[in-house]
């Protein structure tokens, strides 16, 4: 079992940041690869990053490159995700997610936090 925990989110004006953080506990977190999602009201959960076990590599949605920076701290068993130049668009709730494998595939993780809600204004 891998409980998770997310915080920092909250409500940001346009052009805004925010860091999300995830905190870990239970199994070692380091056999994880990390994720985190994000599901606004009426739609799908959506893959937003990910991060292998190790922490070298890492994978993005594309439409948040150049904006969103996944990275984990294994020895802090706690992932992040920074979020930058924010638009209303990036209104959601943001969860974290651990798996034995990095995929954009929701269905297929093992572990989900509760998740933070990041409300972005125009």
């Known amino acids: 079992q891998v409980q998770l925990v997310e915080s920092g989110g909250g409500l940001v004006q346009a052009g805004g940041s925010l860091r999300l953080s995830c905190a870990a506990s239970?199994?070692?977190?380091?056999?994880?690869?990390m994720g985190w999602f994000r599901q606004a009201p009426g739609k799908e959960r959506d893959f937003v990053a990910c991060i292998r076990r190790s922490g070298g590599s890492t994978s993005l949605a594309d439409s948040l490159k150049g904006r969103f920076t996944i990275s984990r701290d294994n020895a802090k068993n706690t992932l992040y995700l920074q979020t930058n130049s924010l638009k209303p668009e990036d209104t959601a709730v943001y969860y974290c997610?651990?798996?034995?494998?990095?995929?954009?595939?929701?269905?297929?993780?093992?572990?989900w936090g509760q998740g933070t809600q990041v409300t972005v204004s125009s």
């Open positions: 997610a651990a798996a034995l494998y990095c995929t954009a595939h929701y269905a297929q993780w093992e572990y």
């Open positions: 239970g199994r070692t977190f380091s056999s994880y690869a």
